[in-house]
């Protein structure tokens, strides 16, 4: 190993998911880290996810066993995108081995199993995180700023709106119910609940949702409200059956904010735009910028220079929290408190 790589956070990447399209290359690409290999139990299919998206880059090991990576001692850090109720055990067994993990979201489909990888990460001194890239895009610390400005005065509503046309390669994204993590709001609602809890400093106090479900029990489509207290409301709506939408808006006493792609693939320009009561309105284009590839460099250099993650455990323990109270009020047709 030479100096530079050992300024570097060794990754391996568990599962050959198709998220990693976006994740893998800029695991490579990190000023910060270096990919050392990616497993998974089909055979074959870690190699060719390497011949796909790294096919200049022969020195990554490729695993047929999920348990080889782990046991991999050059492996300091794991990504983590393998199916939803796949998570909890395979995030607790990463850490067992002394690695570090982020975990794509979400972390555990019960706050219960994330008390127990918290327990853990402490026991066996590693990082985790759950693995919330949007966070990291710039254009959100500018909505933060704006709003800390005093622009649009005092928060009294958010609105978070998430969606695309399910196509066939993702169908399986439907194939588990609710309970196993599959369907749209623990894929896709999972990034309304957070969006919209970013900009209230309190945790709501009740939820109300409705969800149309398909027959396999996960939902679909889901829309719903979070109260927070004092006439302060959060709208999420998300869905599978919609065309492309990923934007939130936040609405004070003396104007408003709106993101308007929260999601930031290739090419696209991120836009902000506000008003004001008095007539004042803008939009804002920022510089383009991958939030993967700041989400991994900022993990990276939580690990290497021993800092707290910018998602500690009580973030996605709120969540989680706010999610299954969600799903319960949709299946049970009632306010749930939280």
């Known amino acids: ?81 393998m199916a939803n109720h796949e998570h909890a055990e395979w995030a607790l067994r990463a850490i067992e081995h002394r690695k570090h ?62 969606s695309f046309m399910m196509r066939p390669a993702r169908m399986y994204r439907l194939a588990e119910d609710v309970s196993r993590g599959g369907g749209a709001m623990w894929d896709i609602g999972c990034y309304a609940i957070h969006s919209l809890r970013m900009f209230f400093q309190q945790a709501p106090r009740t939820v109300t949702a409705v969800s149309k479900y398909v027959e396999s029990g996960a939902d679909i489509t889901t829309s719903g409200i979070l109260d927070f207290g004092d006439g302060k409301f959060a709208h999420f709506d998300f869905s599978f059956e919609r065309a492309r939408r990923c934007e939130y808006e936040i609405i004070g006493t003396q104007g408003g904010i709106k993101c308007h792609l929260v999601w ?47 998602l500690s455990f009580n973030d996605a323990r709120d969540n989680c929290r706010t999610i299954v109270a969600a799903l319960q009020s949709a299946a049970e047709g009632r306010v749930i408190k939280i």
């Not at 910060?32 to 990616?38: Q, S």
């Not at 693939?265 to 836009?271: E, F, K, R, S």
């Open 1 to 81: 190993m030479n100096n530079q790589d050992q300024a570097k956070l060794r990754w391996g990447i568990l599962g050959a998911a198709r998220i990693n399209e976006r994740l893998l290359p800029v695991i490579v690409e990190a000023s910060n880290a270096k990919l050392v290999g990616i497993a998974s139990r089909r055979a074959g299919a870690a190699a060719q996810t390497l011949a796909q998206y790294a096919p200049c880059h022969p020195e990554i090991q490729p695993y047929d066993n999920l348990d080889a990576l782990l046991n991999d001692e050059d492996v300091q850090a794991i990504y983590l995108p």
């Open 101 to 162: 993990v982020l975990c794509e979201k979400p972390m555990a489909l019960t706050v219960e199993d994330i008390e127990a990888i918290e327990t853990a990460a402490r026991r066996y001194r590693v990082t985790v995180m759950e693995g919330f890239m949007y966070r990291f895009h710039p254009q959100h610390a500018r909505v933060l700023e704006l709003i800390r400005s005093g622009l649009i005065g005092e928060i009294r509503s958010v609105r978070a709106s998430y």
């Open 264 to 310: 930031q693939l290739p090419g696209d320009v991120p836009v902000i735009s506000w008003w004001t009561e008095d007539g004042r309105q803008s939009e804002e284009r920022l510089p383009a910028a991958n939030h993967f590839r700041l989400e991994i460099e900022h993990f990276s250099d939580c690990v290497l220079n021993n800092k707290d993650p910018q």
